[in-house]
């Protein structure tokens, strides 16, 4: 782990606008984290947590391990007579970035360029490892989720909605 992040540090030295990141969950140990410490990485907790949700449980099961909140949350949008539709093709890719770079700006957050995710969609929808979700209200669009596939797993990439999607 030492040499791979002094390596990691010399390859990809830290500076204005170069973040680097190493996931909470990879760093098992007091001594993985005193040795990325002294590598020049600094510690941050609070970025983000990652989930894994087991599709195979029933709707049932999957609505009861949410908490209160989402579950209320969960029940009001369904009243919202919202249609959602999948795009497995990623036929309708430029409108979904466009939503999503509008989202970013307005939230003032870092996510990838659109040069960036142009690239990743490229690749993906050669292999057919991506697929878009979205939300409309009254044929408008109110959300979307870009969804990567690898293996017999998913994992949100980006999603964006707007401020009725957010009602």
Not at 73 to 102: G, M, S
Request: charged share 25%; hydrophobic share 40%.
């Amino acid at each position: 782990l030492k040499a791979f992040a002094l390596e990691f540090n010399r390859q990809y030295p830290s500076g204005f606008l170069k973040r680097r990141r190493w996931l909470p969950e990879f760093i098992k140990s007091k001594e993985a984290e005193n040795i990325l410490k002294q590598s020049g990485f600094k510690s941050r907790h609070e970025t983000f947590a990652t989930i894994h949700v087991d599709l195979r449980l029933s709707t049932q099961e999957l609505r009861k391990n949410l908490k209160q909140k989402w579950r209320n949350c969960l029940n009001k949008a369904e009243k919202q007579n919202l249609q959602i539709t999948r795009d497995p093709q990623l036929y309708n890719v430029d409108l979904f970035l466009h939503h999503y770079n509008q989202y970013k700006n307005q939230k003032k957050f870092q996510g990838p360029t659109l040069e960036f995710l142009r690239e990743e969609l490229a690749i993906a929808k050669v292999f057919k490892n991506a697929f878009m979700v979205w939300a409309h209200l009254d044929h408008v669009p109110v959300a979307g989720m870009l969804i990567l596939i690898h293996g017999r797993s998913a994992t949100y990439r980006i999603g964006w909605n707007s401020e009725l999607g957010r009602a």
